[in-house]
């Protein structure tokens, strides 16, 4: 049974860090890239940042770059994702993501990241 839990999400003030974590089982996560997505009411979900299955290489959407850092320890069955310097337009459901492309896609349940004063 294939799982992706996600966790750290919660409510930090304006220029805060977080450091969201997704737990992998059920498939072999280290032939997965991973990514983060995200989705605000009433916006489309986005890609916030992805990771190749080896951890060489990352990339990220416009708006984090700089504030938000993805990582992956494949001994762990673990992806994160660093985030800092935290806006209030960074409040949405994030969520974790498993591509291959030759297997179907996989997510998480989402965490919820509210920043606000």
């Known amino acids: 049974q294939v799982q992706l839990v996600e966790s750290g999400g919660g409510l930090v003030q304006p220029g805060g860090s977080l450091r969201l974590s997704c737990v992998a089982s059920?498939?072999?996560?280290?032939?997965?890239?991973m990514n983060w997505y995200r989705q605000a009411p009433g916006k489309e979900r986005e890609l916030v940042a992805g990771?190749?299955?080896?951890?060489?290489?990352?990339n990220y959407a416009d708006s984090v770059k700089g504030r938000f850092t993805i990582a992956r320890d494949n001994a762990k069955n673990t992806v994160y994702l660093q985030m800092s310097k935290l806006k209030p337009e960074d409040s949405a459901v994030y969520y974790c993501?498993?591509?291959?492309?030759?297997?179907?896609?996989?997510w998480g349940q989402g965490t919820q990241v509210t920043v606000s004063s």
């Open positions: 993501n498993a591509a291959s492309p030759w297997a179907d896609d996989y």
């Open positions: 059920g498939f072999t996560f280290r032939t997965y890239g």
């Open positions: 990771i190749i299955s080896t951890g060489a290489v990352t």
